[in-house]
């Protein structure tokens, strides 16, 4: 036998050719396929080349019999057929008479010989049998070659407690993978992630195509994870589990965990991990209708240490003026600890000396000692708050140790009818239900917490998944299958200290503002890179927690497809029709506020600083904070997606079979619910456009891409019984992430919500420097925001009437992520259960995101023109006229503070979901899978890949520069997963006749494991005087001769430290760039240790 694929979603297919003793085609056999578990039955007939087809199996195990006149029947047992596959039973009839019967055992096939798709198949059992950390389904795609897992970045648990993996596939975006769980579309595409993981106990199978996957397949780039859950069968059967880790088997973390907690007397904090659950299925009336319902509970409490960096013991006694007469320099705030730990020295200059618009001629702290009457009795009060540092270190001087609870409840429960052999039904409905909490480590102050993944704040969310549908067979060669889904994700979350007003009590205005979405703690920044203070506070950005927040994002899909044989032809065509609605009330910045506290708040003209002094003087250098409309809570999005497909699988000869179709994808623009319920920004006009308002409509006037056609094409060809060659091309397209094309964007500008921004530029002054001169102090507070009035033309400026708010902005007409990809395979058959692939696998990716996307800043700051002396970059242009939209728009009907038109645009437009960048992509991959024989099954693979993108930082100033790897691609990945049964106990090699008491101690146990062997992922060198030779461009040395050393060092006991590399002395004027030039080493420059 050999594997046969067709494209279906929920469905698998038995194919094969019947001859008789001389080889010759047989036609008008009678082939009959029967169910071994629940007896079901379907036929098909042989044609005129002895070839047949039996579509649209549910997966199960299959005895397929043949029966012809004048002719012995034979029958093949045991077939296993897998949704989206097929399986190739060909016969060759004896003579002899009907009742005969030639009985053959099916083996595993290995060859897979009519398609050339990227993909893996993983069996009920291997899902079962491999160790998966968690039992988190997602988690399973690591063992498919060319992924990778995403490091350095996750989703907050809060709004991804189902634990969906970030994993890239052969070099894309992990956005770019879609899921599907019984036919039906499992994907959140605004976060990208899987909505229902699924109980593992629930799986029967499950399959990984990665590429070049069939026409009916689509809204995925990085490839497709399709799932499909167990049903029932005539007899009953069950399952029960429980799993459980604890700290007893943990090992001590060397970096934050060498000090016993101070409450606990422990090295480790307490943590546990229980999962319980089962399954039971059945028949409710034999052979016609089946029940399966499954259960999966989770508790835990992970126990975390968290390492920061807080004020040290000398300034917390000498800064806070309720101590400083008892410490050692009464009368002043000492800060002297700092000189020489920064970036540029840590000097304190006074910010009310000098020019109060670019920060030249302030006079220094000598010392860095600050009179203590010039701490203000805001920036006194938060201080006082800080607990005592627990080593002497002036960084990462703090280690705090807790947990925080997890708790999850999910079902699904299945039904399958069959009627009769022309009708089948079912209905599968599954609710995740997860809970989840965690306090901050610095406790009234808050910061990163002890919850799952330094969750600090609570959260609830109920995701749903509801799949039905039915086959209906009019003939042996017309066929047709319709399914209905339905998703919904709807998280809950809060801040830990929600209801309480702790910035009123600090004395800073104008932040909890009385409602409970400004209620408890801002987000409190240390806005520099070698921070002399950890991040505090709440928020996102902070403790994890997009607090508060409420989501209900819903998707209803209807698929219908149609299959007709005709010789040996088998075409297939169909619909995907889908509507998703979203409506978010978020507080991706906190919306209490989010104070910014830069050193150079504290420098000369940008030089020196330090960021703990500029906090302690109470000087906020830039806030921002998302405020909601109160008139416009319920706008919410919605989307059309339809998606048409015909394709065609031809066996032109027993060896020779080629795959070929086309698909037509079309994603509507998304429209808000009412008028004057969603904000358009774009860069082309300079402007807002408010949704119903004006000429514009509810989807803002935004252009259909309508030839989104994506063709697919696949040749295999066995050239000897056991070696198979496959080539294949397809273009992919996807829908993008985090609102590049669907929720997060329109709903989040004016007049809905706004990113309310405050600078020095808006609040004080046009002509201030934004990082060096203060936009207000602790004691003023920020402004109060307030909408404005919306125009009848339905026009803003982009940055509001007031140049003070943050939009989010696409292109004027529906631009998606596309893919086309290719690869050339050839597989080999060692052994019956042993096979053995190489191939090559590229991809070149167009109108994907710069960076990790989607958005970057489309109006960064320019480098140059200035001035060189001496080797030192002195700037004489300035920065907002080095920036691309530098009064670029002009807004008659908007007047400026000095009644001027307004003009737009001197800052950072930082959320530009252009998708406008490219990639690509070229792997060897090699793989050898062993299936189950004698106890032992194993799959190893190895990648050797290359990947190159954009970086969306300077992307839009010189394309050039950030060119280079893909900072989450690792070019060598080896992974071996290996399971082993040993062999003992009844039916084994060893005690084999064993007693059933005696059995269950000694059988049924095994040995597995899932191992991992990778490169570093890419690295860039940066340079600490950067910010003094010149304002603005990559941080980045040019190449100059030696080199320095780079490695991994032995562990400093006493820092708890590795040193990976010595820095080396400031560099010369040779390795620096000069002021008006890019860097000359590229992005990135080598491989790292991560």
Not at 549 to 554: F, G, K, M, S, V
Not at 612 to 628: I, Q, S, W
Not at 737 to 764: E, R, W
Not at 907 to 931: C, F, H, M, P, T
């Amino acid at each position: 036998m050999t594997a046969s694929a067709f494209g279906q979603a929920v469905y698998g297919s038995i194919l094969g050719t019947i001859t008789d003793p001389s080889g010759a085609a047989v036609a008008g056999a009678k082939v009959t396929v029967t169910s071994v578990g629940k007896g079901t039955t379907a036929e098909a007939t042989t044609n005129v080349d002895g070839n047949y087809t039996v579509t649209h199996l549910i997966p199960d195990v299959y005895n397929v019999k043949a029966e012809a006149p004048g002719f012995k029947s034979f029958q093949t047992a045991n077939v296993v057929v897998s949704a989206d596959t097929g399986v190739r039973v060909d016969g060759q009839f004896q003579v002899g008479g009907a009742q005969e019967i030639v009985e053959v055992t099916a083996e595993t096939p290995q060859l897979k010989t009519d398609r050339a798709d990227v993909s893996m198949q993983f069996s009920e059992k291997y899902v079962a049998d491999l160790p998966i950390l968690n039992r988190n389904f997602t988690s399973l795609e690591l063992a498919a070659p060319g992924t990778q897992k995403l490091v350095g970045w996750s989703h907050a648990a809060t709004e991804n407690p189902q634990g969906g993996q970030q994993i890239f596939v052969n070099g894309q975006h992990f956005s770019g993978t879609g899921f599907e769980l019984d036919g039906t579309d499992n994907q959140d595409p605004i976060l990208g992630i899987i909505v229902v993981n699924p109980n593992l106990d629930a799986i029967t199978e499950t399959k990984m195509s990665l590429q070049n996957y069939d026409a009916e397949f689509g809204k995925a780039i990085a490839g497709l994870v399709t799932v499909q859950t167990k049903s029932g069968s005539n007899e009953v059967h069950g399952s029960a589990f429980w799993f459980r880790r604890t700290d007893a088997t943990q090992a001590r973390d060397p970096f934050t965990q060498y000090k016993p907690d101070a409450v606990t007397g422990r090295l480790i904090p307490s943590s546990r991990w229980n999962q319980f659950g089962g399954s039971l299925g059945g028949p409710i009336v034999k052979n016609k209708l089946f029940f399966f319902g499954d259960y999966q509970g989770t508790r835990q409490a992970s126990g975390i240490s968290q390492q920061l960096t807080i004020p040290t013991a000398l300034s917390q006694a000498s800064c806070n003026p309720a101590t400083n007469a008892s410490s050692t320099t009464p009368g002043f705030c000492n800060l002297s600890e700092y000189l020489g730990q920064v970036p540029g020295g840590g000097q304190v200059y006074d910010p009310t000396t000098g020019n109060q618009l670019d920060g030249s001629g302030r006079a220094p702290f000598v010392g860095n000692l600050i009179p203590i009457g010039r701490i203000p009795s805001q920036s006194a009060a938060v201080f006082a708050l800080f607990p005592q540092p627990t080593n002497g270190n002036v960084h990462q001087n703090f280690v705090g140790a807790g947990s925080g609870p997890f708790n999850q409840n999910s079902f699904d429960t299945r039904i399958d009818f069959n009627p009769n052999e022309k009708l089948q039904v079912f209905g599968r409905f599954s609710l995740d239900y997860f809970s989840l909490s965690g306090k901050g480590v610095l406790g009234q102050l808050g910061g990163v917490g002890f919850g799952l993944l330094g969750l600090a704040g609570s959260s609830v969310t109920h995701n749903y998944s509801l799949a039905t549908g039915f086959t209906k067979t009019f003939s042996p060669s017309l066929l047709t299958d319709f399914r209905f889904g339905w998703f919904k994700y709807n998280p809950q979350t809060h801040k830990p200290d929600e209801g309480t007003t702790p910035m009123d009590g600090f004395g800073i205005p104008n932040m909890n503002l009385g409602d409970i979405t400004t209620s408890g703690l801002a987000a409190f920044f240390m806005d520099s890179s070698g921070n002399m203070l950890s991040n505090f506070g709440d928020g996102l950005n902070v403790g994890r927690c997009n607090c508060p927040l409420t989501e209900r994002e819903q998707q209803i899909q209807f698929v219908n497809n149609w299959t007709k044989i005709i010789g040996n032809h088998q075409y297939k065509f169909g619909g995907d029709i889908r509507y998703a609605t979203n409506l978010r009330l978020p507080s991706d910045a906190n919306r209490t506020g989010q104070l910014n506290f830069n050193p150079k708040g504290t420098s000369l003209a940008g030089n020196a600083g330090l960021d703990l002094a500029t906090f302690l003087l109470g000087e906020v250098t830039f806030m921002d904070r998302y405020v909601n409309n109160a008139g416009t809570l319920d706008a919410s999005e919605r989307q059309k997606r339809t998606f048409f497909y015909g394709q065609d699988t031809w066996r032109l000869t027993p060896k020779l079979t080629l795959n070929y179709g086309l698909r037509w994808e079309v994603y509507f623009p998304e429209s808000v619910n009412g008028k004057g319920k969603g904000g358009f920004a774009n860069i082309t006009e300079g402007i807002v456009r408010v949704a119903g308002y004006g000429k514009y409509n509810l989807s803002g006037n935004i252009d259909n891409n309508w030839t989104l056609f994506a063709p697919r094409l696949g040749l295999a060809y066995q050239i000897t019984p056991k070696t198979v060659i496959r080539m294949g091309y397809g273009r992919s397209y996807d829908l993008g992430v985090f609102g590049s094309n669907f929720g997060h964007t329109v709903t989040q500008n004016l007049p809905v919500l706004v990113n309310q921004n405050v600078s020095a530029s808006s609040n004080v002054d046009p002509a201030a420097s934004n990082d060096i001169i203060p936009a207000f102090t602790l004691a003023q507070g920020p402004p109060l925001f307030q909408f404005p009035a919306i125009p009848s033309d339905g026009v803003f400026p982009l940055q509001g009437p007031q140049n003070n708010v943050s939009p989010k902005i696409r292109p004027t007409y529906q631009r998606v992520p596309t893919l086309d990809a290719w690869n050339v395979t050839i597989q080999q058959q060692v052994t019956n259960t042993l096979s053995a692939e190489i191939g090559y696998v590229a991809s070149k990716g167009t109108h994907v995101f710069a960076g990790n996307g989607p958005a970057y800043n489309v109006n960064q700051v320019g480098i140059g023109p200035g001035t060189s002396i001496d080797g030192q970059f002195v700037p004489n242009t300035p920065q907002s006229v080095r920036r691309l939209f530098h009064n670029r728009f002009v807004y008659p009907n908007f007047l400026d503070s000095l009644g001027n038109p307004l003009v737009c645009c001197d800052n950072d437009l930082g959320n530009y979901l252009g998708n406008d960048a490219s990639s690509n992509y070229n792997s060897i991959q090699i793989k050898v899978e062993k299936r189950l024989t004698h106890g032992l099954q194993f799959l190893t693979h190895y990648t050797f890949a290359h990947a190159n993108n954009y970086d969306g930082d300077y992307y839009v100033n010189d394309p050039r520069v950030p060119y280079g790897p893909d900072d989450m691609n690792r070019n060598h990945v080896f992974v071996a997963n290996v399971v082993y049964e040993l062999p003992f106990g009844k039916g084994k090699t060893f005690a084999s006749g064993a007693s059933r008491a005696v059995d269950m101690i000694i059988g049924g146990w095994q040995l597995s494991t899932s191992s991992n062997w990778s490169s570093g992922l890419p690295w860039t060198p940066s340079y600490s005087l950067c910010g003094q030779d010149k304002d603005a461009g990559p941080c980045r040395p040019n190449k100059a001769a030696g080199s320095f050393k780079v490695g991994g060092g032995s562990f400093d006991p006493v820092n708890h430290n590795v040193v990976f590399f010595t820095p080396i002395a400031p560099l010369a004027i040779t390795g620096q760039p000069p002021g008006t030039d890019f860097c000359t080493v590229s992005r990135p420059a080598g491989t790292g240790f991560a």
